[in-house]
């Protein structure tokens, strides 16, 4: 009987063991594999920074376009520039450096930039610098030049048609958006509308 139990006691601690080095192994072949697909990311050095300030953007079917590290590299008629200069701003955030030039060219972009980086800006200066030097697709400018000419003709007051849309996915970015549109929109007296859901649209499309 004693000889039986200490024989049990062995196998359960042998199997006991195997188990253990069973799972240790199973632990350290999943270590391995993690580190192996691991990239190493080395430190910014100076050069990099360098190297980011003076990057270039490159565009479909352009050359490459630099960035335009301040204010005075931009085109931006006077007014725009005075209300940059009365928000406070003294030089253009690296995402604005680096949309301003392909916007102003005609080109599509794609931003991507954490919150509070100056993406709203980065996209509206250029299309109200546009619009207040009358740089518009040829469609748009065709247009107004005939509504001017029924207006001219007729006397009948035509109604004035957006020269821009901007899409937001929630109602609190477009109120946002809408904030800055004023803000740099008034001094070109370009107008602006905030249109979202949930309230009525009568009253909306009377704005």
């Given at each position: 009987m004693g000889k039986?139990s200490n024989e049990?006691?062995?196998e359960?601690k042998?199997r006991?063991?195997?188990?253990?080095e069973?799972?240790l192994?199973?632990r350290?072949?999943?270590?391995?594999?993690r580190?192996s697909?691991?990239t190493?990311i080395?430190?910014?050095?100076?050069?990099d920074a360098?190297?980011?300030?003076t990057s270039k953007?490159?565009?479909?079917?352009?050359?490459?376009t630099?960035?335009?590290?301040s204010?005075?590299?931009?085109?931006f008629t006077?007014p725009?520039?005075?209300?940059l200069?009365?928000a406070?701003?003294?030089?253009p955030?690296?995402?604005q450096a680096r949309a301003?030039?392909?916007?102003?060219?005609?080109?599509?972009?794609?931003?991507?930039?954490?919150?509070?980086?100056?993406?709203?800006?980065?996209f509206l200066?250029?299309?109200?610098?546009r619009?207040s030097?009358?740089d518009?697709?040829?469609?748009s400018?065709?247009?107004a030049d005939?509504?001017?000419?029924v207006v001219a003709?007729?006397?009948?007051?035509?109604t004035?048609?957006?020269?821009?849309?901007?899409?937001s996915?929630?109602r609190?970015?477009a109120i946002?958006i809408h904030?800055?549109?004023?803000?740099?929109?008034?001094c070109?007296?370009?107008?602006?509308?905030?249109?979202?859901?949930?309230?009525d649209?009568?009253?909306?499309?009377?704005?």
């Open positions: 039986r049990n006691d062995v359960y042998a006991k063991k195997a188990k253990k069973k799972k192994a199973k350290e072949k999943k270590e391995t594999k580190k697909t691991t190493t080395s430190p910014t050095t100076a050069n360098n190297d980011i300030q953007v490159s565009n479909e079917g352009a050359t490459t630099p960035c335009w590290n204010f005075a590299d931009a085109p006077k725009i520039q005075q209300a200069t009365d406070g701003f003294t030089e955030s690296p995402i301003w030039p392909v916007a102003l060219a005609g080109k599509d972009l794609v931003g991507v930039a954490k919150t509070g980086s100056g993406k709203t800006l980065g200066l250029p299309v109200f610098h619009i030097t009358k518009l697709p040829d469609n400018s065709t247009d005939a509504d001017a000419d003709s007729t006397g009948a007051k035509k004035p048609a957006p020269l821009c849309l901007v899409l996915p929630t609190e970015l946002q904030g800055e549109c004023v803000k740099f929109g008034t070109l007296n370009i107008r602006s509308e905030c249109l979202y859901g949930g309230t649209v009568r009253t909306q499309l009377q704005k």
